[in-house]
């Protein structure tokens, strides 16, 4: 397929905001609900996610398309890909330790956490099942975690109003907080309309 | 030296081992049976779209450079009833699987979506009847049917994949 | 412990969705149908299943150094056959589970059970720990995913049910809905076991997002080990491994 700018920035915008991979497909829930207390740490761990994701992306999609595809090893594709998740994780992790402490020291904690962050496996597989080209697959991941990072920031905000509110005693804690992402959910229904009327015509 | 280092890394590769053997062996199972499944499945749609159908027989489209890449399949009916085409687009996100069974006047039968990824809401116009129903008896010129609006990108790739249908359908059959 | 306790304290003591809060993602987003819950339960209690049988088998056998990347491909093995086996014999649950299907190897319950429980106990506990959490597990998809339909389609496993189906609250079976019927669910809880159940973190431990959410300097887990292992001990010569493997 050729490269055709629209359809990346189409794949982008719709990654980030309709599709928002938290809040509509609910991939990469638990750091949301559990990371998002403080703006440094939400940061952090947005920025770790994208990172990792574009990585993942750029290492998974070739191996799926020359390796896996022409053996006949697709069945395989789970097992491959968390264990390459999980390699390149400790991979960036050793290697920022070694040449860039300053980095390491503000994101290094999250690292480990997102093996375990389906939104990252999950974007790889959907990558293949969405039949992208490799640039298509990236423009994806930059999309995915550019969205995360923008979830995570924008539920910090209400977070820290949160804890000036009064709820009722049952709905102290977590209700509360599922309530409020309820309601950023909803907000996020307004992008549908924002590209369609963008990029539609 | 053999704790430290050999044994873990034998064991992991132990386990790596028997584990593939036996997702090879599964799948060597349940393979046959999903792709009878899928095809009797898509055997069922196509003979939604064409009753009359007495049969399906795919037909080899690798070597023809005229049929755009979106057309994946095309099928052809053995009492002559028809044609039927499956292509493949990218919409508003992910793949949209458009089926299109067209008579040998080049008119299309019936228009029909297998499976799409679009977005709850704007998406699902792709499997209403209002949407399709106008596809029916139109020819390539595909007059008066348009985009629909507040699901631009989702209906035009649709459009667009028809219209890849009738180049495949050009390419073969006139 | 008993047997029984084992086997029933999944299910609500320490159900892993409504006291522990572990894998919201598949709860929130396979809940749109009650079908689609029970298949999502069956098929992580295979995988829970299985890969606590196995691990708690081979825990003698698994090195301490490389057990995260064993679970890992135990797990994803388990979850690889799970889905071969809904592919060819329920193709319409195959279908909405979609992407689910193949992320419950990080569903966080699963590596909790086998870090915490099957890692350290015999096998057969390990299986009814595995039938209990799996249990629990199935039952709040299905109480979420039971409430979401019939107040979102107004129906329930696919039966129309007559007034609610015309006029049904489509909100709930969009992305909103799942938040606010799990939030629901949850603050019912609460009430009625009056904070109680939200209070026990013992699971908490076995979540690697615990370390960052706070909640786990508060509760050690079982084993008295702070979950700092999880990375902390991964060492060069593992990802080398790992490596290998691919």
Redesign the interface.
């Given at each position: 397929m050729e490269f055709d700018i629209k359809q990346i920035i189409i794949i982008i915008m719709s990654a980030a905001f309709v599709n928002n991979y938290v809040?509509?497909?609910?991939?990469?829930?638990?750091?949301f609900?559990?990371?998002s207390?403080d703006i440094k740490?939400s940061v952090g761990m947005g920025f770790s996610v994208t990172f990792v994701m574009i990585m993942a992306s750029a290492v998974t999609w070739p191996?799926q398309r020359y390796l896996l595809d022409p053996s006949g090893l697709e069945?395989?594709?789970?097992?491959?890909f968390?264990?390459?998740i999980?390699?390149l994780v400790?991979?960036v992790e050793?290697t920022l330790k070694k040449f860039a402490p300053p980095i390491h020291a503000s994101l290094g904690?999250?690292l480990?956490?997102i093996?375990?962050?389906?939104a990252v496996?999950?974007l790889t597989?959907?990558n293949i099942?969405n039949e992208y080209s490799f640039i298509m697959a990236i423009a994806a991941a930059l999309g995915a975690g550019l969205g995360f990072l923008l979830a995570m920031l924008l539920f910090t905000g209400i977070r820290q109003e949160l804890a000036n509110a009064n709820p009722?005693?049952?709905?102290?804690?977590?209700?509360?907080?599922?309530?409020s992402?309820?309601?950023l959910?909803?907000a996020?229904f307004a992008f549908e309309g924002v590209i369609e009327n963008i990029f539609g015509k | 030296m053999f704790r430290e280092?050999i044994?873990?890394?034998l064991?992991?590769?132990i386990?790596?081992v028997v584990?593939?053997a036996?997702?090879a062996a599964?799948?060597g199972m349940?393979e046959p049976?999903?792709r009878e499944?899928a095809e009797a499945?898509a055997n069922e749609m196509m003979k939604e779209l064409i009753p009359e159908a007495a049969g399906f027989e795919r037909i080899d489209i690798s070597a023809n450079d005229k049929v755009p890449d979106t057309v994946t399949q095309i099928f052809e009916t053995s009492n002559n009833a028809g044609y039927v085409f499956i292509a493949e687009v990218s919409g508003f996100s992910g793949i949209i699987n458009v089926i299109c069974a067209i008579d040998s006047d080049g008119k299309i039968i019936k228009a029909s979506t297998l499976?799409h990824t679009e977005t709850?809401?704007i998406g699902t116009i792709l499997d209403q009847e209002s949407f399709l129903t106008p596809f029916t008896g139109s020819d390539y010129r595909l007059d008066g049917i348009d985009t629909v609006t507040g699901a631009t990108i989702s209906t035009s790739a649709y459009i667009g994949a028809i219209g890849d249908i009738f180049t495949a359908f050009d390419a073969i059959y006139n | 412990m008993s047997k029984r306790s084992i086997l029933t304290k999944g299910i609500i003591k320490e159900n892993p969705v409504l006291v522990l809060?572990?894998?919201?993602?598949?709860v929130?987003?396979v809940t749109t149908q009650a079908e689609n819950a029970i298949g999502m339960g069956v098929a992580t209690t295979f995988v829970l299943l299985g890969s606590n049988a196995a691990v708690s088998m081979?825990r003698n056998?698994?090195?301490n150094?490389?057990r995260?990347?064993?679970y890992?491909?135990?797990i994803?093995?388990f979850?690889?056959?799970a889905?071969?086996?809904v592919?060819?014999?329920a193709?319409p649950i195959y279908?909405s589970l979609g992407?689910f299907l193949?992320?419950i190897?990080?569903?966080?319950i699963i590596?909790a059970r086998a870090e915490i429980f099957a890692a350290k106990n015999k096998v057969t506990d390990s299986v009814l720990d595995a039938l209990g959490a799996g249990a629990g597990f199935t039952l709040a998809l299905f109480a979420i995913a039971s409430v979401r339909e019939i107040l979102g389609s107004g129906t329930w496993f696919g039966i129309e049910i007559p007034w609610l189906r015309g006029n049904n609250i489509s909100?709930f079976?969009?992305?909103?809905?799942?938040?606010?019927v799990?939030?629901?669910i949850?603050?019912?809880v609460?009430?009625i076991s009056k904070?109680a159940l939200?209070q026990s973190d013992a699971l908490c431990a076995g979540?690697?997002?615990?370390?960052?959410?706070?909640k786990l300097k508060a509760a050690p887990d079982e084993s008295g080990k702070p979950d700092k292992s999880?990375?902390s001990d991964?060492s060069?010569?593992?990802?080398q491994?790992?490596?290998?493997?691919?």
């Open positions: 809040l509509r497909q609910f991939l990469g829930v638990c750091p609900l559990g990371v207390k740490s191996i069945f395989m594709q789970t097992v491959v968390i264990l390459i999980a390699t400790q991979l050793i904690i999250f480990p956490l093996v375990t962050n389906c496996l999950g597989i959907s099942n009722p005693d049952s709905f102290k804690g977590m209700p509360i907080t599922l309530i992402a309820a309601i959910s909803i996020f | 280092y044994k873990p890394l064991v992991v590769t386990i790596c584990a593939s036996a997702l599964v799948n349940t049976i999903i499944a499945r499976s709850q809401g | 809060m572990l894998g919201l993602c598949p929130l987003a081979l056998i698994i090195p150094k490389t995260i990347p064993c890992i491909v135990l994803s093995s979850t690889t056959l889905k071969m086996i592919e060819a014999y193709y279908q992407i193949p992320l190897t990080v569903n966080c590596f909100i079976t969009m992305a909103p809905g799942a938040f606010i799990l939030a629901a949850l603050a019912a609460n009430k904070g939200a979540c690697p997002n615990a370390g960052i959410c706070g999880y990375d991964r060069d010569e593992q990802i491994q790992s490596e290998e493997q691919r």
